[in-house]
DNA sequence: CTTCGACCTGTCACTACTGACATGTCGAAA
DNA sequence: TTTCGACATGTCAGTAGTGACAGGTCGAAG
């Protein structure tokens, strides 16, 4: 029994628990799954998740359930580890992004000049307008009924489906506005 | 001459460089604008301005323009500096936000009961929707012609305006769906 | 029967960031 | 003239995250 759990808060501990719940896995395992669901939400290093493993297995959250060839060791998410997950779910208040490098530089696009801070925008609402048409293109790949994971992860495809066409048109509104300060100067 | 400058792609260095182009300024100062106005966009702690504006200065890109009472040394942006924030904002692309820790709780709704699910994603549009109050009433607080971090501040503060729009409505549609799969398995 | 790619775990040094602690000084109001 | 709040700098231990290094094994195709 560890008297200390781990700092509240930390998603990677949730992400690999919420992996866990769709079947026991190695950490070789869950690396995939990282790669190939969270990636763009969540991601995790090797080095990271191993060390995860270990220290959720310390605190009883999940446990070695068996034992492969090369060493495998397959985690399985405990009762004590379901009840955390749920109780990050419903009861901890998510926390909001709190950095933005995009916008970061717009606060400094006044250090260059009009034209490039133009530029800049209009990159912005290319490369928006790139991610929707991958993403797009991903929506009609995804079998609407393979996995559960499917089920909630066409909310997360929705929701940068959303966000990239926002960025495409603050992007194109903000180059606008640029465009705009500069003629009231002249 | 300190032979290795410091990674690149680092943002606390381009934030501190941006600040103290208008103007030099202390740690002090500089805490102050970043509560301010960076708070949402990338904030600082004391101690890790602190220590950035220490590298900063060994590595040439500021300097100690003046020293005050209490200690206070006031820091100036050299031609260094000011030449390695423009090639920040114009020619190193910016890197995409990769973690969201309410998208990731997204991924992992299934675990929890399907009403949960959708209390959830209505707290998430009732977050928005207050954000997005907040934000307008700061749109009209904030002085039109007011120093040049609040020109290229309004796109920013447009940004975060849609942002919440985008939130609310995806988390409305999104808490919808969940109560059309609910029906279409009962 | 070899060999090679996929499988599999682990460690290390380093950077970024956080919150707390430590330590003082100046100036104005009481 | 005291005292207190704002000014001001710094350090430290700890967590999170990254990329590289290191080492080893199984299974199938040639």
Same mark, same amino acid.
């Given at each position: 029994?560890?008297?200390? =759990?781990?700092?509240?808060?930390?998603?990677?501990?949730?992400?690999?628990?919420?992996?866990?719940?769709?079947?026991?896995? !190695?950490?070789?395992?869950?690396? /995939?799954?990282?790669?190939?669901?969270?990636? =763009?939400?969540?991601?995790?290093?090797? !080095?990271?998740?191993?060390?995860?493993?270990?220290?959720?297995?310390?605190?009883?959250?999940?446990?070695?359930?068996?034992?492969?060839? +090369?060493?495998?060791?397959?985690?399985?998410?405990?009762?004590?580890?379901?009840?955390?997950?749920?109780?990050?779910?419903?009861?901890?208040?998510?926390?909001? =992004?709190?950095?933005?490098?995009?916008? &970061?530089?717009?606060?400094?696009?006044?250090?260059?000049?009009?034209? /490039?801070?133009?530029?800049?925008?209009?990159? +912005?609402?290319?490369?928006?307008?790139?991610? /929707?048409?991958?993403?797009?293109?991903?929506?009609?790949?995804?079998?609407?009924? !393979?996995?559960?994971?499917?089920?909630?992860?066409?909310?997360?495809?929705?929701?940068? &489906?959303?966000?990239?066409?926002?960025?495409?048109?603050?992007?194109?509104?903000?180059?606008?506005?640029?465009?705009?300060? /500069?003629?009231?100067?002249?």
């Amino acid at each position: 029994m560890s008297m200390m =759990n781990y700092a509240a808060g930390v998603s990677l501990k949730h992400a690999t628990l919420g992996l866990l719940t769709y079947g026991p896995a !190695s950490g070789y395992d869950l690396l /995939q799954k990282f790669r190939e669901s969270l990636a =763009n939400v969540w991601p995790a290093t090797q !080095s990271q998740l191993y060390g995860e493993l270990g220290k959720l297995a310390a605190a009883g959250l999940v446990t070695v359930a068996a034992e492969g060839p +090369r060493g495998r060791k397959e985690y399985a998410i405990t009762p004590e580890g379901s009840a955390e997950l749920r109780h990050w779910l419903g009861e901890v208040p998510p926390a909001p =992004n709190r950095r933005s490098e995009m916008l &970061l530089r717009v606060f400094f696009l006044g250090m260059l000049t009009p034209e /490039q801070a133009r530029e800049y925008l209009d990159d +912005r609402a290319t490369v928006a307008a790139e991610l /929707q048409a991958e993403l797009r293109e991903l929506a009609t790949t995804v079998d609407p009924d !393979s996995g559960p994971l499917a089920v909630y992860g066409r909310l997360a495809l929705e929701w940068a &489906l959303r966000f990239s066409v926002m960025q495409e048109e603050w992007a194109t509104w903000a180059a606008d506005e640029v465009r705009r300060a /500069q003629e009231g100067v002249e």
